[in-house]
Nanobody, 118 residues
C-alpha cells in the first residue's frame, strides 16, 4: 500500500502562482511514476503532469510553459509549481502514484482544491 499526502492548494487570483506538494509513504518502488491529475466540476479527471523516478516528464498541452513538475526521490515527494494561473485551472488536484513507468495510477491522494478567481 502507498499513502499520498497533498498540500498547497488554495485561492489565487488570475496570473498568480501556487505550489502543490505530495509526499508518498508506504511500499514505494524504486521505479515509479508520480504526478498530478485534476478534475473540474462536471468534467472527467485529466492528466496535468507526471514524472518518473528516472526524471522523464509528461505535461498536458494546456499547462505546458506554465506548470513545472519536480520531485525529490529521497523524500518520495513530488511538486507542482503552477504559474500564470487561469480561471480554467480551477479544479480539485489529485496526486497520483504508479509502481511502474507510464502506467495508469495505482494510488490517489485525497485531492486539494485550487481555485483561480478574482
Amino acid at each position: 500500500q502507498v499513502q499520498l499526502a497533498e498540500s498547497g492548494g488554495g485561492l489565487v487570483q488570475p496570473g498568480g502562482s501556487l505550489r502543490l506538494s505530495c509526499a508518498a509513504s508506504g511500499s514505494i518502488f524504486s521505479i515509479n511514476t508520480m504526478g498530478w491529475y485534476r478534475q473540474a466540476p462536471g468534467k472527467e479527471r485529466e492528466l496535468v503532469a507526471t514524472m518518473t523516478s528516472g526524471g522523464s516528464t509528461n505535461y498536458a498541452d494546456s499547462v505546458k510553459g506554465r506548470f513545472t513538475i519536480s520531485r525529490d526521490n529521497a523524500k518520495n515527494t513530488v511538486y507542482l509549481q503552477m504559474n500564470s494561473l487561469k480561471p480554467e485551472d480551477t479544479a480539485v488536484y489529485y496526486c497520483s502514484y504508479s509502481n511502474t513507468y507510464y502506467s495508469p495510477p495505482h494510488y490517489w491522494g485525497q485531492g486539494t482544491q485550487v481555485t483561480v478567481s478574482s
